[in-house]
């Protein structure tokens, strides 16, 4: 079993008018800082950190599971999930096919979520190899960071003042404490 990140987020899960804020950096006529790259960098590399301590997908962005025959249920990392692009897999023959949705349920309320076969249905017999059965998902809250829920907004935006805080403060070891009622498990 594999899982490969496909498509990676584009959005930012927190505004750059947050973000500022947070970093307290003055901010130009134009809106801008000297900082804003830097501050881009921190803010996804504190979304991935919040994605790590949650189990979840902060930002939209698709990825692949990779199997080598099917199981009893897919169990889906990274909720929330927004949808399953598709179920291919290889056949007996060795050609490539796409599974019916049909053929499937998706449980995207459960967390994480998972996929069963319909009542009726049998999973189809694959070829004898690596990477027979592949499930492509997009997850995460969307590409708005309004719908980012408050608990991970907040904790981005506490790192990245300690990120940018002066005269080498410590850091808080209990920011992550932020991430606690968004932590998924069994994923």
């Known amino acids: 079993m594999s899982w490969k990140l496909i498509t990676p987020p584009t959005a930012l899960a ?3 008018d947050e973000a500022r804020a947070a970093a307290r950096v003055d901010v130009e006529d ?5 900082l804003d790259g830097e501050i881009r960098r921190a803010i996804r590399t504190y979304t991935t950190e919040a994605e790590g301590e949650t189990n979840r997908a902060v930002m939209q962005q698709t990825w692949r599971l990779t199997l ?17 692009d598709h179920i291919k897999f290889f056949d007996a023959a060795g050609a490539q096919q796409t599974l019916d949705p049909q053929d499937y349920q998706v449980d995207g309320e459960g967390e994480p979520g998972e996929i069963v076969l319909a009542p009726g249905r049998a999973w189809p ?8 059965v592949e499930v492509q998902i997009t997850c995460g809250y ?23 805080q002066s005269g080498g403060q410590p850091k808080s070891e209990h920011v992550k404490r932020l991430l606690w009622p968004e932590v998924v498990y069994g994923c």
Do not use: C, W, Y
Not at 30 to 34: I, R
Not at 125 to 132: D, L, V, W, Y
């Open 14 to 16: 927190v505004s750059m």
């Open 125 to 132: 017999a694959t070829a004898h190899r690596i990477n027979a």
């Open 68 to 84: 080598d025959a099917f199981p009893a249920k897919f169990t889906l990392r990274r909720p929330p999930l927004l949808q399953v």
């Open 30 to 34: 134009d809106g801008t800082t000297p």
């Open 142 to 164: 969307g590409d708005d960071a309004a719908l980012v829920p408050d608990a991970i907004s907040g904790f981005i935006l506490a790192r990245l003042g300690e990120h940018f």
